[in-house]
């Protein structure tokens, strides 16, 4: 059984940064593919960025290609999403999610393991 828990969210203005953390417990983290997802209110959950167990290799949606950074320190069993450039559009309730599989998967259903989830807010 893997345990996620996100911190790092908060309040920022537009263009502002934030760097999201996931610090994961009870399992082999470097055997896992990580994923960050996000839920706006009244919309479903979406896929934002995932990174393979080895040798990293990362996935992003278009929606913040060249803006947000996924990576991950298996020495601190800990996934990261640094996030720049952010718009309003980013608001929303972030989660990563811990997938047993070997590819980076881009659909909830695919993940085994969940966070409870960090707010961002961006302000105009």
């Known amino acids: 059984q893997v345990q996620l828990v996100e911190s790092g969210g908060g309040l920022v203005q537009a263009g502002g940064s934030l760097r999201l953390s996931c610090a994961a417990s009870?399992?082999?983290?470097?055997?896992?593919?990580m994923g960050w997802f996000r839920q706006a209110p009244g919309k479903e959950r979406e896929f934002v960025a995932g990174i393979s167990w080895s040798p990293g290799s990362t996935y992003y949606a278009d929606s913040v290609k060249g803006r947000f950074t996924i990576f991950r320190d298996n020495a601190k069993n800990t996934v990261y999403l640094q996030m720049n450039s952010l718009k309003p559009e980013d608001t929303a309730e972030y989660y990563c999610?811990?997938?047993?599989?070997?590819?980076?998967?881009?659909?909830?259903?695919?993940?085994?393991?969940w966070g409870q989830g960090t707010q961002v807010t961006v302000s105009s």
């Open positions: 999610a811990a997938s047993a599989g070997v590819v980076i998967i881009t659909v909830p259903r695919g993940y085994d393991y």
């Open positions: 009870g399992g082999t983290f470097s055997r896992y593919a």
